[in-house]
């Protein structure tokens, strides 16, 4: 699924898709949004990255798939 979601991501989006790869690195999932949180800020993510999944409406994530599509809805 996660090269399903790198096809349909353009752009700017696909640049910001990389952005996020990294900072998911080491999630272990499922992962509340709460633990995702605290693993993007001590991963050093952007304040624009941790604010953006903060946005998002789910509180559990079962895999990096799920986290991209939540960011990236097509």
Not at 13 to 42: M, R
Not at 47 to 71: G, K, N, T
């Amino acid at each position: 699924m996660f090269d399903k979601i790198k096809e349909s991501v353009t752009g700017s989006n696909a640049d910001a898709l990389g952005g996020y790869t990294k900072y998911l690195e080491g999630v272990e999932f499922p992962i509340s949004k709460d633990a995702l949180l605290d693993h993007l800020q001590s991963s050093g993510a952007t304040e624009a990255v941790i604010e953006h999944v903060r946005s998002l409406s789910r509180d559990r994530f079962s895999s990096a798939d799920e986290v991209f599509a939540s960011l990236f809805p097509s």
